[in-house]
């Protein structure tokens, strides 16, 4: 199960994450898998560097001598734009050391994910961590195999190569071996879980889920979608659902986002704001 993160660390990952969906939404495929592999790298280091970690993620030090010092060890050794994530998230406040790994990790995962969103592969991808996580629900002593920190990294990454036999997409097998490297005492399974979670809704991004009292015409429909196009800086598809009692207008729902022009959303408005 993924961590449960603190009110303040939920934050800082919420402000990282709006940022580093910019970035998805602009740069190109090789750029989002260069980000991926270098906050891997990040975490790997930060996982068994705990003195480090404590340092970069301690409230007590001010944030730009904690973001002068991420860029000090880690200039020369990743790229500029994974530099810029990481020291965002090492000037950002966290209530727990673990909290910045976590974040480093869902960071590292959401830029490998781009590349997926770039082809429009994540339904591929999400069924795929799906069907993975089944199968280690089968034979449970494949996930402990390919989790053992018993065992060297890189021979856990070739046995999971080996189970994969090429037969899933780059990013999957990405995903996959970045946890198998790092597992960070969590079972396999529940992390493919996870993986297939967040993968669904990455692709949750590009879909608006739309509430209309009336059933939009084609033309109304394409409007709108090049209207949130705009609004959201990336091709948005529609999935309409006819509601009556919304009386009239729209309810839009994009992700976390939720735009109410119903006619019901503003009369609720209105009692709200009336004087009792």
């Known amino acids: 199960m993924a961590t449960l993160l603190s009110s303040t660390s939920r934050e800082s990952l919420a402000e ?24 891997f790298a990040v975490l790997r280091l930060l996982t068994g560097e705990i003195s480090l970690r404590r340092h970069l993620a301690d409230p007590s030090v001010p944030a730009g001598a904690r973001s002068a010092l991420a860029d000090r060890l ?26 910045l790994l976590e974040a480093l990790e869902q960071l590292a995962r959401r830029a ?56 899933v997409t780059a990013v999957t097998g990405t995903l996959l071996e970045q946890t198998v490297r790092t597992p960070r005492g969590r079972s396999l399974d529940r992390a493919a879980e996870e993986l297939s979670e967040l993968a669904a809704a990455r692709r949750d991004r590009y879909v608006a889920h739309v509430r209309s009292a009336v059933r939009l015409s084609p033309d109304q429909e394409h409007r709108l979608a090049e209207s949130l196009r705009r609004l959201y800086h990336r091709p948005i598809s529609l999935q309409t659902e006819l509601d009556q009692s919304l009386l009239g207008g729209l309810v839009v729902r994009v992700g976390g986002d939720l735009i109410d022009g119903s006619i019901a959303g503003r009369i609720a408005t209105a009692r709200r704001t009336l004087p009792s």
Do not use: H, M, Y
């Open 16 to 39: 990282a994450g709006n940022r580093l969906d910019a970035e998805v939404d602009r740069a190109p495929a090789a750029e989002l898998a260069k980000i991926g592999d270098d906050l």
């Open 74 to 99: 880690f200039q020369d050794k990743i790229g500029r734009s994974a530099l810029n994530v990481l020291s965002d998230l090492v000037s950002a406040r966290w209530s727990r050391a673990g909290d």
């Open 112 to 167: 490998v994910l781009g590349v997926a969103e770039k082809d429009q592969s994540l339904d591929e991808v999400e069924d795929q961590l799906f069907r993975f996580g089944r199968i280690l629900d089968r034979e449970p002593q494949l996930g402990s195999l390919l989790v053992d920190e018993g065992t060297p990294a890189d021979k856990r990454a070739a046995l999971l190569r080996e189970v994969l036999g090429g037969r």
